[in-house]
């Protein structure tokens, strides 16, 4: 915004309001910053998927293996949860979750 928003109201005209909005060059920078972050990338890795190499004890092995059942059991109640809602909450399901941030 720039200027600050009206303190009165019934005090807004067409004129001050489009004087309030970020120019053309500024939205188009927000809008496409927007859009690089919300896109997903070629080679995203999702919770917890390691390459085969990175374990090769037992113990680590099991514990990230109960941990992707846990995390698929998760998945699956919201997939449940879902299908009875008019616009999907997808953002915390596990199997959509990359395993890293990488901006």
């Avoid at 927000?30 to 919770?47: E, G, Q, Y």
Wanted: hydrophobic share 35%; proline share 8%.
């Amino acid at each position: 915004m720039q200027l600050p928003p009206p303190t009165r109201k019934g005090t807004t005209s067409e004129e001050t309001l489009l004087q309030t909005l970020p120019n053309k060059g500024e939205t188009a920078n927000a809008m496409s910053t927007l859009w690089l972050l919300s896109n997903s990338v070629s080679d995203t890795a999702h919770l917890v998927h390691y390459p085969d190499g990175d374990f090769d004890e037992t113990t680590p092995y099991e514990l990230i293996r109960a941990y992707k059942g846990e995390l698929q059991t998760l998945s699956a109640r919201i997939c449940l949860r879902n299908l009875s809602l008019e616009v999907p909450y997808t953002y915390m399901d596990p199997a959509k979750v990359e395993n890293s941030v990488a901006i």
